[in-house]
């Protein structure tokens, strides 16, 4: 297992625990990093990504969509259906709103991100189960 799996693991197991306590802001920050470090880990292990192959590109405010594109680009050239990475999107969306909006997260839309967090972490899973 690659050190930004287990960060992922540890990382989404937070988010349940700060959902558990009412924090759903924070819950939410995890799930999306949880998916975030799913993608590097994704990316070093089975793509055989270097670190600077990651970095490059991603020293300003777009580095994360950088990342899900250097993704999206790997499924495409493994044909591997990619559509699961909309979801990463909405992810993304609320997490950013939790993060620097005044607005506070419902418990609903946390779970709900919740949910999306855990089926776009099975469809990378899938990936690291049946190879490229």
Not at 7 to 21: I, N, V
Not at 79 to 94: E, R, V, W
């Amino acid at each position: 297992m690659g050190v930004f799996r287990d960060k992922s693991d540890k990382t989404f197991s937070s988010g349940e625990l700060l959902l558990s306590h009412d924090h759903y802001n924070s819950s939410v920050h995890c799930f999306y990093y949880s998916c975030f470090q799913l993608i590097i880990d994704l990316l070093r292990e089975e793509y055989m990504y270097t670190d600077e192959q990651i970095s490059s590109g991603t020293n300003n405010s777009s580095s994360h969509s950088n990342i899900i594109n250097q993704l999206k680009s790997c499924l495409i050239n493994s044909k591997i259906n990619y559509s699961f990475l909309d979801s990463y999107a909405k992810i993304k969306q609320l997490r950013v709103k939790a993060d620097y909006s005044d607005e506070n997260i419902t418990e609903k839309k946390a779970m709900k991100i919740k949910e999306k967090a855990m089926k776009f972490r099975e469809e990378l899973n899938k990936i690291y189960e049946n190879g490229i």
